[in-house]
């Protein structure tokens, strides 16, 4: 299901939080026949757990409303595809790091596929732009805002006084937040890499300063001027990724493109915490979307996720998925009963799009969502249902839930075959991800998968269809 359409004419009032300038803004696109965005992606190298899959299911829910907004809305999420950890991981298990960021590319869009979050524009992948990283890199040693310095190319960061307005935090802060390596052939102990020396067991690209590979954050700038341009209206990511990471990549983009604005809203989403801590891999407090998936719906992990503000912290627990899977079971059993009732195709309630305007309200969204639900189940004219239902599907299409047909969503086969529809779907989506990333292995292991489920598919030109095999 795509975004919902165009509800009507009303003037725009989408208004953001902008970490730049700490305050709720009115958001006009600089040109609002092509809105752009971008969201840091992922490092692939293992399963991402339940906190990363926060900014890619808020950001989805933005994509969602600017598409409702905007004819066209390029969204692109980079997958960060060359890395220490990944390398790590490659050499762990002698493997070419591809083996391993191709996997988990593909477990990635399965995972966040079986959470409703729509395929970017664009997913660029940073080893697929090292040429594009080598020229920027030029670009900013000619404007004297980088050297070279032993095989590595730093960025200057005195070269750029504007360097520490996103984050707030002071030169002092700074260095000692960015853990930034105390290296001699450093100018100033701020500057951080753009292109490092690769020794011979890993992997590396030629380059004017020799064979190496790119610092993290030139990558994300060299992808943004290549797919959507030197000024984009909103870049998204973690509230871990403030500092230093989007800090330095405004210094490299804004000093590349002659001081052009790199972005003009940014948006930060908190975290998802467990026992009031960050859910991360270095302190191991977590759950892998994957496994989640396989005790809950992904709809419901979307609801549970999208059942906070987007800024501020979402503790994570069962009891937060065992809500969320009774709020939906509610939904859609209030839609279960009006199954037979045509829904009129109908906008999202004016309630719904004006909490999902103010700043991704979407706990004030779902709790209209709620009132609807109710409001269905009390009406007896079939033209209030048949509104009502309308009015519900289209919310739920801005919040990427209520998708489903009731029967899927129950567990489908109520009937006798015991097939999980849910389940089915999941792996159908897992399968397509596999496929795009020509892992056909893992695509053939899916579809065993899914014959074992006593499934048959097939693929359409509409899609995969499956049914319960005689
Ligand atoms: P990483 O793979 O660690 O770079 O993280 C990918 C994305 O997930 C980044 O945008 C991070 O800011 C975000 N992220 C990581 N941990 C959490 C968390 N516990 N809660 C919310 N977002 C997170
Ligand atoms: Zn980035």
Known sequence: MGPAAAPDNRPMSLILYNTLTRAKE??????????????????V??????????????????????????????????????DDKINAAAKAQNVPIKTITDKFKAIYQADTGALGVMPPTLEPCATDHIPQMIAMIETLLKGGYAYEAESHVL????????????????RDDMIAGARVEVAPYKKDPADFVLWKPS???????????GRGRPGWHIECSAMIE???????????????????????????GTCAHGGATYARVWMHNGFLTMDKEKMSKSLGNLFTIHELLEKAPGEALRWA??????????????????????????????????????????????????ALEDDLNTPKAMAEVAAIVKALNQATATADKARLKGQLVAAGNLLGVLQQQPAAW?????????????????????????????????????????????????????????????
């Not at 020794?199 to 300063?209: A, I, V």
């Open 45 to 82: 190298y293992n399963y991402a757990h339940i906190g990363n899959a926060r900014p890619a299911v808020v950001f989805d829910v933005l994509f969602r409303l600017l598409s409702a907004r905007y004819p066209k809305v390029i969204y692109a999420r980079n997958f960060t595809d060359v």
């Open 305 to 354: 996720i999208l059942s906070a503000h987007y800024r501020q912290p979402l503790e994570w627990s069962d009891e937060t998925i065992a809500q969320a899977k009774t709020t939906l079971d509610r939904a859609y059993r209030a839609l279960e009963q009006v199954a037979d009732i045509t829904a009129i195709p109908n906008v999202a309630p004016t309630a719904v799009i004006a």
């Open 199 to 209: 020794t011979p067991d890993l992997p590396g690209w030629d380059s004017p300063w």
């Open 410 to 470: 129950f567990g489908a086969a109520k009937d006798s075959s015991g097939v999980d529809a849910a389940e089915v779907e999941r792996l159908i989506a897992a399968r397509l991800a596999a496929r795009k990333a020509k892992d056909f292995k893992e695509a053939d292991r899916i579809r065993d998968m899914i014959a074992a489920l006593g499934v048959t598919i097939e693929d359409r030109a509409d899609g995969t269809k499956w049914r319960v095999t005689e």
């Open 155 to 170: 960025f200057n960061v005195p070269s750029f006084p504007a360097y520490g307005r996103l984050s707030g935090r002071d």
């Open 226 to 252: 290549a797919h959507l341009g030197a000024t984009i209206d909103i870049h998204c990511g973690g509230h871990d990724l403030t500092f230093p990471h989007h800090e330095n990549e405004i210094a490299q």
């Open 26 to 43: 009115p958001f006009t696109p600089a040109d609002p026949a092509r809105v752009t965005m971008y969201v840091c992606g992922p490092t």
